[in-house]
């Protein structure tokens, strides 16, 4: 889904495919390393992605550690080396760092972890949306920033992919805990029931079922609404947002 946000960023900005198509490439080289090093058994432990054994258990911990490094490395490599012009390569660079290190993807994980570790004594709302902003919602913002950026688009229209984003970012989250709790392990291709099993803290644990659907409802539908002021051309992110908060997978 991310590197399609980049895409469909670039063209709702007036911008190509092609152009955008590095940038698409690096977040989701990003996108995978946070998935390998989210499996691993220091983190959340997990033995299934995407339908198939996670990296760790088919090649070990660590050649599973090197190949998320690698991936790092290797976004940057190709933002810096594949963007132009240079000014737009450093943009972009700076925007995924910043929505892959401490202050969001990385120090999103390093949350979801200390709030496993307080058990039953689950946060308020707010900190729990404050951790997905972070760990889920940060990179889909960038993948749109991206997009933007190498489209050559205004501070206003990046304002509104923003918006756009942070919206999505969370109702994607909301949808992936309810998949936890109702979703089929075939259909999502990773274990399911386990984040009650560790006693993780999710939305439809703070909220209960019917509420974070409605919750991921009102996000979508608020996105949709943002998107209106790009035009026609914003008509397939809006598509998108409704497929977020209805998929099984």
Same mark, same amino acid.
């Given at each position: 889904?991310?590197?399609?946000? #980049? ?6 900005? $007036? ?47 660590? @050649? ?11 976004a940057f490599e190709i933002l &810096?080396?594949? @963007? ?10 700076? #925007?995924? $760092? ?10 999103? *994980? ?11 004594? @689950? ?17 889909? #913002? ?5 997009? $933007? ?7 206003? *229209? ?6 756009? $984003? ?21 259909? #999502?291709?990773?274990?399911? &029931? ?10 439809? *644990? ?5 509420? %974070? ?15 209106? %002021? ?7 992110? *809006? ?11």
């Amino acid at each position: 889904m991310r590197p399609q946000l #980049v895409l469909m960023a670039a063209e709702a900005c $007036g911008g190509k495919t092609d152009v955008a198509m590095p940038a698409a490439v690096a977040v989701e080289m990003v996108h995978a390393y946070s998935l390998v090093h989210d499996d691993l058994p220091a983190m959340d432990d997990d033995d299934l992605r995407r339908g198939r054994p996670t990296c760790h258990k088919v090649f070990g911990e660590a @050649v599973a550690i090197l190949v998320g490094d690698a991936l790092l490395a290797r976004a940057f490599e190709i933002l &810096a080396t594949e @963007v132009r012009p240079a000014e737009r390569a450093a943009q972009c660079c700076a #925007v995924l $760092g910043r929505a892959a290190g401490a202050t969001a993807l990385v120090g999103g *994980q390093a949350a979801d972890l200390a709030g496993e570790l307080v058990g039953r004594n @689950v946060p308020p709302l707010e900190q729990l949306e404050a951790v997905h902003r972070r760990k889920t919602a940060a990179l889909i #913002v960038a993948s749109l920033e991206l997009g $933007g950026i190498v489209a050559g688009a205004t501070e206003r *229209q990046l304002d509104v992919l923003r918006s756009y $984003g942070a919206k999505v970012g969370l109702a994607f989250q909301i949808t992936d805990d309810l998949l936890d709790v109702n979703g089929s392990q075939n259909a #999502v291709g990773k274990r399911v &029931a386990k984040d009650a099993e560790r006693g993780k803290l999710t939305f439809p *644990q703070r909220l209960g079922v019917d509420e %974070s659907r409605r919750r991921a409802a009102a996000l979508v539908r608020e996105a949709c609404g943002i998107m209106e %002021s790009l035009g026609p051309a914003a008509e397939p992110l *809006q598509a998108l947002a409704r497929f977020v908060a209805s998929r099984s997978r």
